[in-house]
């Protein structure tokens, strides 16, 4: 976009945050403020006049709030949208629902709805709205959610929900032990995790989700997933032992990372580490960890995101005798990370979100020996 500004429309309910966040975008020589909106029904037609290339929007608003706007907005302009959420249960919520309705990437205000400090991630703000200016719009179906509560279920107190689609792995939970599978994901990545994840069956060896996401975020991520899930979904837990028929999505602001003792296998989540690529959790560290304790036995699955995280480890993971997915550059909100992967030549497929699941299966089956 050389020589054009990137063109913003801030949406933001108070008016101190759509001064303070305008003048945070605007400091760029990169960016322009074309309009502001006091709420979802005046960012609509603000769209249709003004045609931003990025769209800032608060999540909690009056009249018409952030979620029912990106769904509008999709419809009638789609244009891409970063959600600027207060870290409240019922914020957090409604962030997901806005990236499953095709957001691309959201910022946590520091403090709240209106935050008296949001400068301080006036960085942050600046760069996601570039990624956001790059980001290709992808459209997805919606994903049914049961009206279930949301509860951690033991596997076998789990009832059945709608999903999964590919066809059950043929062995016993010792041989699906010895195994694991690593999904990588980053912008525009917590639909796809989603949609994969949904359509696995039962019997799978361990899934290591590594999301980068904000403290506070991971915790419901995992409970999403786990609505529309026959696997267990949960939060990773320092010093929990590894089982099979259950994902662990890395917590934010830790790297998750494996230890062996004896026959089992053991979470370890470290927030002293330093980030890696700018992360923390990182891909490459859990990657790493998955290639010293699994060795050869594991796939790794790496999906939309900026930059390179996951390279590193999963080059690791391929040259110890495991298999590598990604995602292919027509379904990525960001074709970053799957396209360092599929450069180093260590791709083994690439793939749709929709045939990533059946590929999953049928390299485990091959790992397994089945």
């Known amino acids: 976009m050389a020589g054009k500004k990137i063109r913003v429309l801030v949406v933001d309910d108070s008016a101190f945050m759509r001064k303070v966040i305008s003048d945070i975008l605007n400091s760029d020589p990169e960016i322009e403020v074309v309009g502001t909106a006091k709420d979802g029904l005046e960012a609509i037609e603000l769209v249709k006049k003004l045609e931003p290339d990025v769209i800032t929007m608060d999540v909690e608003m009056p009249r018409m709030n952030g979620l029912e706007a990106v769904r509008k907005i999709m419809e009638i302009k789609p244009t891409p949208i970063v959600m600027l959420s207060a870290l409240t249960k019922e914020g957090s919520r409604v962030t997901f629902e806005a990236l499953e309705a095709g957001a691309v990437d959201f910022i946590p205000k520091p403090s709240g709805s209106i935050s008296l400090d949001i400068r301080k991630i006036g960085q942050e703000i600046i760069e996601k709205v570039k990624q956001a200016a790059k980001a290709k719009l992808v459209r997805r179906r919606p994903i049914t959610r049961p009206t279930t509560s949301t509860q951690q279920q033991p596997a076998e107190e789990k ?3 709608p999903g999964a689609v590919v066809e059950e792995l043929p062995f016993p939970e010792s041989k699906l032990s010895e195994m ?21 069956p039962k019997k799978m060896p361990p899934i290591f989700v590594v999301q980068h996401m904000p403290p506070g975020f991971t915790k419901l991520f995992a409970d999403r997933i786990n609505q529309v899930s026959v696997l267990n979904v949960k939060e990773a837990e320092h010093g929990e032992r590894v089982q099979p028929g259950y994902v662990y999505i890395a917590p934010g602001d830790y790297h998750m990372l494996l230890r062996k003792r004896g026959s089992n296998v053991y979470i370890a989540l470290d927030n002293q580490m330093p980030k890696v690529n700018g992360c923390r959790p990182a891909v490459d560290v859990t990657a790493d960890s998955v290639a010293n304790v699994y060795g050869g036995k594991a796939v790794g699955v790496i999906l939309t995101g900026i930059g ?5 480890g ?6 110890k005798g495991g298999k590598i997915i990604a995602q292919n550059k027509e379904t990525c909100v960001v074709f970053g990370m799957p396209k360092a992967v599929i450069e180093m030549g260590i791709a083994d497929a690439v793939l749709p979100p929709s045939e990533i699941p059946k590929a999953i299966v049928k390299f485990c089956r091959e790992i397994l020996g089945g």
């Open 159 to 161: 009832p059945k929900v």
């Open 180 to 200: 694991c599978v690593i999904i990588g994901s980053s912008t525009g990545g917590p639909p796809v995790v989603t949609e994969i994840i949904s359509k696995l």
């Open 308 to 312: 390179r995280d996951g390279a590193y």
């Open 314 to 319: 999963f080059k690791k993971i391929k040259e």
